[in-house]
Structures are given as C-alpha cells and as structure tokens.
T-cell receptor
Framework: EDQVTQSPEALRLQEGESSSLNCSYT??????LFWYRQDPGKGPEFLFT???AGEEKEKERLKATLTKKESFLHITAPKPEDSATYLC????????????????FGKGTKLSVKP | DSGVTQTPKHLITATGQRVTLRCSPR?????VYWYQQSLDQGLQFLIQ???????AKGNILERFSAQQFPDLHSELNLSSLELGDSALYFC?????????????FGPGTRLTVL
C-alpha cells in the first residue's frame, strides 16, 4: 500500500534557526513527489515537484531534496511568515497509460517560527 | 491565488440533507480532483475527472458522487449527510494527468453538518 509519513508532526523554531522536515514514502512506481504549504483554513499552495532521486529544487529560504525513500524540505534562516503546515504528497503510476493522477498525502508538519 | 475557484466557502446543514459543492478549474486545465480534509485523517483523495470522464476513485463513499461538465467545471454531491462528513473539501486541477502536471488547489468549502 502506498504510504507517506512526515516527521516531526510539529516543529518550533526561532527566527533564523535553520532546520529540516522529513517525508518518508513507500510507493510502487513513483511518478513525482510534491511539497505544499498550507495556512489555516486555506487551500494547499504548491511549492515543488521532484521526479527523480538526487533532484533538488530551491525557492527563497526553502530547498527540497529527494532520495529513493525520502524527501527533505530544508528551511534556511526561517522568518515568522514561514509558519504554516507543510504537506508532502506522492503521485504513483496508476491506471491505463498512467491516466490516474491523484496524490497521496502525509499528515503534514506544523511549523511555527517565533521572532 | 491559484486560479481554482470553489463555491460556497462555507456550508452549514443538518444530518440527512444533501448538498452540492462546485469547482471551476484553472483556465486550460482538463483534470479535476476532489479531496476531503478532516482533522484526524488529513487530505484524502476522493475522485478524479479528466475532460468529463471519471479517471480514478479513492475513498469516496457511495453517498457521494461527482461529475465534470462540458465547460470543465465540476460538482461534488454529498447526500444523506452524517456528522462525520463535516470537513474541508478541496478541489484541485491540472492540465493533464501525466508527469509534469502539478495540481493547484482551490480555497476549499468548509462543510459543517449539525
């Protein structure tokens, strides 16, 4: 069964204190791994997609990396506005010709950054 | 703003009732996905449509149904509502269904069943 596990569940950082969020996955045939940011009561906001082991992507203070079993979201010198829940999701090859595109989400890491 | 719109924002109803949630995908996107988010379960995939055809089903109850119309907007119908159906319902869209098709989420509909 396809599964995504995120750790830690919650993370409290001081402003400027760098850290990493982990996403472990088990999937038969990884098509892509996705990172989203979600603010309370809002829809998930797309951050990155990673497709193959060794791939890295960066956006401002965020950097996502991918191995064959897990992905990390590194946050460098975070600011209070980075406080949110970060969701990891995988997409597997499914259906005829890979026609099914649904995402399997982890439960997220709630990040709080204090000034 | 992702470009995906959902209405209504909030919906309060009673057990046993039926409601319809509406989603308009981003311009040019053919694929629509519905997800349910509850506090204990996280984001769960319900159903996917591509250009009017059902492509995948997840943990969708028989009391729930969906369709995608020729103009590509989609509706999720929830009937015989129970207290446990209270959740945030999100719609997402993507251009296609293959690789390199990121999904963009709408703002969601918060459903409260009393």
């Amino acid at each position: 069964e396809d599964q995504v596990t995120q750790s830690p569940e919650a993370l409290r950082l001081q402003e400027g204190e760098s850290s990493s969020l982990n996403c472990s996955y088990t999937v038969s045939g990884l098509r892509g791994l996705f990172w989203y940011r979600q603010d309370p009561g809002k829809g998930p906001e797309f951050l990155f997609t990673l497709y193959s082991a060794g791939e890295e992507k960066e956006k401002e203070r965020l950097k996502a990396t991918l191995t064959k079993k897990e992905s990390f979201l590194h946050i460098t010198a975070p600011k209070p506005e980075d406080s949110a829940t970060y969701l990891c999701a995988v997409q597997a090859f499914r259906g005829y010709g890979g026609s099914q595109g649904n995402l399997i989400f982890g439960k997220g890491t709630k990040l709080s950054v204090k000034p | 703003d992702s470009g995906v719109t959902q209405t209504p924002k909030h919906l309060i109803t009673a057990t046993g009732q039926r409601v319809t949630l509406r989603c308009s995908p981003r311009s040019g996107d053919l694929s629509v996905y519905w997800y349910q988010q509850s506090l204990d379960q996280g984001l769960q995939f319900l159903i996917q449509y591509y250009n009017g055809e059902e492509r995948a089903k997840g943990n969708i109850l028989e009391r729930f149904s969906a369709q995608q119309f020729p103009d590509l907007h989609s509706e999720l119908n929830l009937s015989s509502l129970e207290l446990g159906d209270s959740a945030l319902y999100f719609c997402a869209s993507s251009v296609g269904t293959g690789s390199y098709n990121e999904q963009f989420f709408g703002p969601g509909t918060r459903l409260t069943v009393l």
